[in-house]
Nanobody, 112 residues
């Protein structure tokens, strides 16, 4: 069992930055790849970024490339999503995922 808790969301203006955190507890966090997904109102949940268990391999949705950076600190059992140059279309609930485990989500709102 793995528990995931996201934090760091909030309200930011267009062009601003936020760093989301995903704190894990339970089974060994470093065993799992970690991904971030997001879901905007009325839309399906979509992939944002992922990072391998070691941190050596990352992947991004086209919408995130060049603006978002995924990272992890296995010593702290925490994953991160640094989001820069935010746009109103980034407004969504952001979820952390590890295998079939999900966090409760954190709201990100970008005002125009």
């Amino acid at each position: 069992q793995v528990q995931l808790v996201e934090s760091g969301g909030g309200l930011v203006q267009t062009g601003g930055s936020l760093r989301l955190s995903c704190a894990a507890s339970g089974r060994t966090f470093s065993n799992y790849a970690v991904s971030w997904f997001r879901q905007a109102p009325g839309k399906e949940r979509e992939f944002v970024a992922s990072i391998s268990w070691s941190g050596g391999v990352t992947s991004y949705a086209d919408s995130a490339k060049g603006r978002f950076t995924i990272s992890r600190d296995n010593a702290k059992n925490t994953g991160y999503l640094q989001m820069n140059r935010l746009k109103p279309e980034d407004t969504a609930v952001y979820y952390c995922n590890a295998e079939h485990y999900w966090g409760q989500g954190t709201q990100v709102t970008v005002s125009s």
